[in-house]
């Protein structure tokens, strides 16, 4: 039990960063243009692909450099030219939009890469075990991408706090109209910021492309679960979306675990249930196998009895 | 009042007359199997219809009532299921005439729509789509998880032809079915558009453009959204029952979000603005699926990129660029647009060749076969591993964008020209 709790833990943690790696970017661009970029979770997809190709030319440290820095410029790209030719249209239409950037980004990822897994692993410096413990291993690359995400987050944290940049980002975000009267290139910030935040994701994918596997559906994988995270942890903020990062991330590590279903419930109260009854999925049905939903869950939940999310102070 | 409306011909003229495009739409899908003959175009006109149905639809929430849902599958996969099973229990059982089931799908639509959107329509915009977005994961997943109700991977299957037979018709070949298909199709098509006209529909338009005044003027706006939420997921209910009807599979795939994508797609790139749009990009969107994926295998990023073309450059889709010329045409005026058109057109399809060009080749280099080194297309053989048809392609893709981009702009002036003369000819 003790060693079950304890790799949990160390999964959710790893998990639970890399979301936050994705969401952060997410969360920046959202506070600033009020936009949820339904592509981001195809630049972190793109992030992978890219490592993936420079890993096979020159290997895997140059690919943790390169591919992030492509990915960043491809989100710069959709915010110059596509981005804000359509902020006219409304923010419905901006929604519609990055759905259509994602939608292209996944198709051309299989239309380059084909519809195959790609072979993406760790560099053979990191692929051992770090330690054993009750006769498990935890294997070094997950402490590197533990290393790298509370990196990003330390570097995030005081950039946005302590540099002149942080403070008009965090100006522009409650005061757009205010920064630029001060002579500050607004819509340049916005295009950074997005860049930027683009290449968070790209990031994350270049590390998780290794451990969590690189094929295509890895963007819709992580993609509704990224708003799940940002919406419960209150739209545009970043502390929210940290807290809410790693409870989703031990939420999801935890509920694989734990192999209990309602029928089980009821026999620890004296209740049995009838084999033949129509709902038999619902009782016999285990806590790890409705774990894909149980996000989906809290997020309709949080929407419903606290839209402003956990910490967030403005309604989504 | 009567300088705004100084003619009403709604009024006068019977109930036939009123109608008289839908009895002519009537009569053109009942005919229709007469001239394509061959049973993939029966095939495909039966998922034509019922995409037209559910795109529809969708566009009761994004078009009328500016809800932007990503999960409208659904409904649309819910009310096939219940429609599928309703076969299942049916088949040698109790009276149940086939052409009635599709309602079984509605009615759970209806139900699931009552249910979800009780507390998704409180609000339009981003939280709806957010509401929806969760919604429709954690169905799609649930489909995955409740074996015993949707079948899991395998999916629910039933026999349409077990059920009671009306006036001796079993609905044995494709052509029944696409009889009753169509039926429903115009059926449903005429309630959504009777629906859109009723006050409920007026006050809809209402919500969507200014929820406050609405409000002010004594609607409760969230109320507004859940009958139109409700409506849509009606239909979408019966077009998810027609599907189970016509394939007499539902599989997870019906209510997933792709299908929920796909019914965007369609309804966008058709122009969710207009009543007919989504007709317009339902025909449109399937013939694309089914032609274009005999001739490429990545017909869906060229969908693709239609679609985002039609949010940057045309956001009123398909059939808002037909109704920018129908006053030209009225005015005489079409002709004065043949030569500015013929001007950015060619340009436009030099880039649309190269684009494609490009796109092909570097397909084929992620697909071929060791040592295969030349791909046909256009009629041609290329050799993708020399330069030349890299270069021609890029050249006609990026020659062309510039031509065009440099163009643009007479072409628009050469267009407000016409349209103008347009609107003045009929003022006076």
């Known amino acids: 039990m003790l060693e079950l709790i304890v790799f949990s833990l160390l999964n959710g943690l790893v998990y639970g960063l890399l979301l936050f790696m994705l969401s952060s970017g997410l969360t920046l661009i959202f506070s600033m243009m009020g936009v949820l970029n339904f592509a981001h979770a195809s630049l972190y997809m793109l992030g992978a692909y890219l490592a993936y190709t420079i890993s096979l030319k020159i290997g895997f440290w140059p690919g943790l450099i390169i591919a992030p820095l492509l990915v960043g410029v491809v989100g710069a790209l959709i915010e110059r030219y596509g981005l804000r030719n359509v902020h006219r249209y409304g923010h419905v239409a901006e929604l519609i939009f990055t759905f259509g950037v994602a939608f292209l980004i996944e198709e051309s990822v299989q239309l380059v890469w084909g519809r195959q897994n790609v072979d993406y692993r760790e560099p053979e410096i990191l692929s051992f075990p770090l330690f054993t413990l009750w006769g498990t291993d935890f294997p070094a690359y997950k402490a590197f991408m533990l290393a790298i995400s509370v990196a990003i987050f330390i570097a995030?944290?005081?950039?946005?706090?302590?540099?002149?940049?942080?403070?008009?980002?965090?100006?522009?975000?409650?005061?757009?109209?205010?920064?630029?009267?001060?002579?500050?290139?607004?819509?340049?910030?916005?295009?950074?910021?997005?860049?930027?935040?683009?290449?968070?994701?790209?990031?994350?994918?270049?590390?998780?492309?290794?451990?969590?596997?690189?094929?295509?559906?890895?963007?819709?994988?992580?993609?509704?679960?990224?708003?799940?995270?940002?919406?419960?942890?209150?739209?545009?903020?970043?502390?929210?979306?940290?807290?809410?990062?790693?409870?989703?991330?031990?939420?999801?590590?935890?509920?694989?675990?734990?192999?209990?279903?309602?029928?089980?419930?009821?026999?620890?109260?004296?209740?049995?249930?009838?084999?033949?009854?129509?709902?038999?999925?619902?009782?016999?049905?285990?806590?790890?196998?409705?774990g894909p939903i149980l996000p989906y869950l809290l997020l309709v939940l949080i929407l419903i009895f606290r839209p402003t999310g956990l910490l967030g102070k403005r309604e989504v | 009042?009567?300088?705004?409306?100084?003619?009403?011909?709604?009024?006068?003229?019977?109930?036939?007359?009123?109608?008289?495009?839908?009895?002519?739409?009537?009569?053109?899908?009942?005919?229709?199997?007469?001239?394509?003959?061959?049973?993939?175009?029966?095939?495909?006109?039966?998922?034509?219809?019922?995409?037209?149905?559910?795109?529809?639809?969708?566009?009761?929430?994004?078009?009328?009532?500016?809800?932007?849902?990503?999960?409208?599958?659904?409904?649309?996969?819910?009310?096939?299921?219940?429609?599928?099973?309703?076969?299942?229990?049916?088949?040698?059982?109790?009276?149940?005439?086939?052409?009635?089931?599709?309602?079984?799908?509605?009615?759970?639509?209806?139900?699931?729509?009552?249910?979800?959107?009780?507390?998704s329509t409180n609000r339009a915009g981003t939280v709806f789509a957010m509401i929806s977005l969760g919604i429709g994961e954690m169905i799609a997943a649930s489909s995955l998880i409740f074996v015993k109700f949707s079948g899991g991977e395998e999916g629910i299957t039933a026999d349409r032809t077990d059920l009671t037979s009306l006036f001796g018709i079993r609905f044995r070949s494709e052509v029944d079915v696409y009889y009753l298909i169509a039926a429903w199709m115009v059926l449903s098509a005429w309630l959504m558009y009777r629906f859109s006209r009723t006050p409920v529909g007026r006050m809809a338009n209402a919500v969507r453009d200014n929820p406050e005044r609405a409000e002010f003027v004594g609607y409760s706006q969230k109320h507004v959204r859940l009958l139109s939420f409700m409506g849509a997921g009606f239909f979408a209910g019966i077009a998810g029952g027609l599907f189970a009807v016509n394939y007499e599979i539902v599989t997870e795939e019906t209510v997933n979000l792709v299908s929920s994508g796909t019914v965007l797609l369609q309804s966008y790139i058709g122009g969710v603005g207009f009543f007919a749009g989504p007709i317009v990009g339902a025909i449109v969107y399937t013939l694309l699926q089914t032609l274009l994926s005999n001739y490429t295998e990545i017909w869906a990023f060229y969908v693709?990129?239609?679609?985002?073309?039609?949010?940057?450059?045309?956001?009123?889709?398909?059939?808002?660029?037909?109704?920018?010329?129908?006053?030209?045409?009225?005015?005489g005026k079409l002709r004065s647009l043949a030569l500015p058109y013929l001007r950015i057109g060619v340009p436009a399809l030099c880039c649309t060749i190269g684009v494609i060009g490009l796109l092909e080749l570097l397909h084929f280099l992620s697909v071929r076969a060791v040592g295969q080194s030349t791909k046909r297309l256009f009629w041609l053989t290329l050799n993708v591993e020399q330069p030349f048809a890299w270069i021609i392609f890029s050249v006609l893709a990026v020659g062309g964008f510039l031509v065009a981009r440099r163009v643009a702009p007479s072409v628009l002036a050469a267009w407000e020209a016409a349209s103008l003369h347009a609107f003045g000819g009929r003022a006076r």
């Open chain 1, 156 to 290: 995030l944290l005081l950039v946005l706090t302590r540099s002149r940049v942080g403070l008009i980002i965090q100006a522009a975000i409650t005061h757009p109209n205010q920064v630029a009267m001060l002579g500050h290139n607004v819509p340049l910030v916005f295009t950074g910021v997005f860049g930027v935040g683009s290449a968070l994701a790209g990031l994350a994918g270049v590390i998780a492309g290794p451990a969590l596997g690189t094929f295509p559906g890895m963007a819709a994988v992580l993609g509704s679960i990224v708003f799940v995270v940002i919406v419960v942890g209150g739209l545009g903020s970043l502390a929210g979306a940290f807290v809410a990062s790693l409870l989703i991330g031990m939420l999801q590590t935890f509920a694989v675990a734990v192999d209990y279903s309602l029928e089980d419930l009821f026999a620890a109260v004296g209740i049995t249930t009838s084999k033949t009854s129509a709902l038999i999925d619902l009782y016999t049905v285990t806590v790890a196998q409705i």
């Open chain 2, 304 to 331: 693709g990129l239609i679609f985002v073309a039609t949010v940057m450059y045309a956001p009123t889709g398909l059939t808002g660029i037909i109704m920018m010329h129908l006053p030209i045409y009225r005015a």
């Open chain 2, 1 to 119: 009042m009567s300088a705004i409306a100084p003619t009403s011909p709604r009024t006068g003229g019977t109930f036939l007359r009123r109608n008289a495009i839908w009895w002519v739409a009537l009569l053109f899908v009942l005919l229709l199997p007469q001239v394509a003959r061959s049973g993939t175009s029966i095939a495909v006109l039966n998922q034509m219809c019922i995409m037209v149905i559910f795109s529809l639809s969708y566009n009761m929430l994004l078009g009328q009532g500016g809800m932007l849902s990503f999960g409208h599958a659904v409904y649309f996969g819910l009310g096939g299921y219940f429609t599928i099973h309703l076969m299942k229990m049916a088949s040698g059982g109790f009276f149940m005439p086939l052409p009635l089931v599709p309602l079984a799908g509605g009615l759970a639509g209806l139900l699931f729509g009552l249910l979800f959107g009780s507390f």
